[in-house]
């Protein structure tokens, strides 16, 4: 009879202390992203940020037409170990969009604004997370500054003519006569093209959520947008004659690089990324069942492999649970 006691009342102590573990605040990690905005360049820059500022840093470049926001699932999973910073290039997300005859928007341009953000918050080390134009973004801080990149990471971010899909040529008739082809920059940034950069490819279409597409058709209707976007696409075809230097590059440095790649993106196919191998043969590479935004699908995953890439070549020193 005593021992029913005892046991009745360990068991409620048990509940009691449950209960109010559960009514407690929880507590803020090093996973909590804040939110920034520094001038650079003449420009307001508005960037992302999360986990302690002790630990090694990555570096999340985003893709078109989207912004930093394309991170917000992954940043608290890699922030519980490292520090993250995912800025708007000018032109997108939260950053301010000048008028072209304002900003020369290049990505030239675009990589030294990025460049002088990273300089601005002290970042002289970091890892890099490349996605679409954050490649050619990102390729131009790496040769710019070989020193300070730790690890490289490509998710769908180009380096190769083999991963340019089929709408590159009727994108390389505009480079050849802008004006003979406004129906390329009509198709480039219509609302339908928008939402197909997220869903193209997928097997599993309920796990993209629709407000990503319809808040970056919400931006590109802006007014300006259209100039800006259509002076990027121009330019890019600077990024296709620069790919074998930075294959050159790569070949030479040799840096740890981590290809996560949604092998179903129309736009850079998945022969993008095994291309890789010929430049990085220690490169660790992984086509995943998904499209060119892998992360809207394939985020855990792809958490899951940055951190066990980065603790080998990396390691932040801060414990997983920590």
Do not use: C
């Not at 950069?197 to 007014?223: C, F, V």
């Not at 600077?238 to 949604?262: C, E, F, K, M, S």
């Not at 220690?282 to 980065?310: P, Q, R, S, V």
């Amino acid at each position: 009879m005593v021992s029913g006691k005892i046991g009745a009342a360990i068991l409620g102590a048990a509940v009691f202390a449950a209960a109010a573990a559960w009514a407690s605040p929880v507590p803020s990690t090093t996973a909590t992203t804040t939110y920034h905005r520094a001038e650079v360049d003449g420009v307001e820059i508005f960037y992302r940020e999360a986990g302690r500022k002790d630990a090694p840093t990555i570096v999340l470049l985003h893709g078109f037409p989207s912004s930093s926001r394309e991170f917000d699932t992954l940043i608290p999973l890699l922030a519980t170990r490292y520090h993250l910073i995912a800025p708007d290039f000018p032109g997108f997300g939260q950053s301010e969009a000048p008028p072209p005859s304002a900003y020369a928007y290049t990505f030239d341009h675009v990589a030294q604004t990025t460049d002088h953000l990273l300089d601005a918050l002290k970042i002289a080390r970091y890892s890099l997370y490349i996605h679409d134009y954050g490649a050619p973004v990102g390729m131009r801080l790496i040769v710019a500054h070989p020193e300070r990149l730790q690890v490289l990471i490509t998710q769908n971010g180009n380096l190769y003519r083999a991963g340019l899909g089929a709408k590159w040529s009727k994108i390389a008739q505009y480079w050849a006569n802008p004006a003979g082809h406004p129906e390329v920059i009509d198709a480039f940034l219509s609302p339908a093209a928008t939402e197909q950069r997220h869903i193209a490819g997928t097997s599993h279409p309920e796990r993209y959520n629709p407000d990503t597409w319809t808040d970056e058709i919400a931006h590109l209707s802006r007014p300006g947008q259209r100039a800006i976007q259509a002076a990027l696409l121009f330019d890019y075809r600077t990024n296709v004659a620069a790919y074998p230097a930075w294959q050159a590059w790569l070949r030479q440095h040799r840096p740890p690089t981590l290809v996560v790649w949604g092998a179903n993106d129309p736009s850079f196919i998945a022969a993008g990324a095994t291309a890789f191998r010929a430049d990085l043969p220690d490169a660790e590479i992984h086509l995943l069942d998904a499209g060119h935004f892998a992360l809207d699908e394939k985020n855990d995953e792809i958490a899951t492999l940055i951190l066990a890439f980065m603790a080998k070549h990396v390691p932040s020193g801060i414990p997983p649970h920590h």
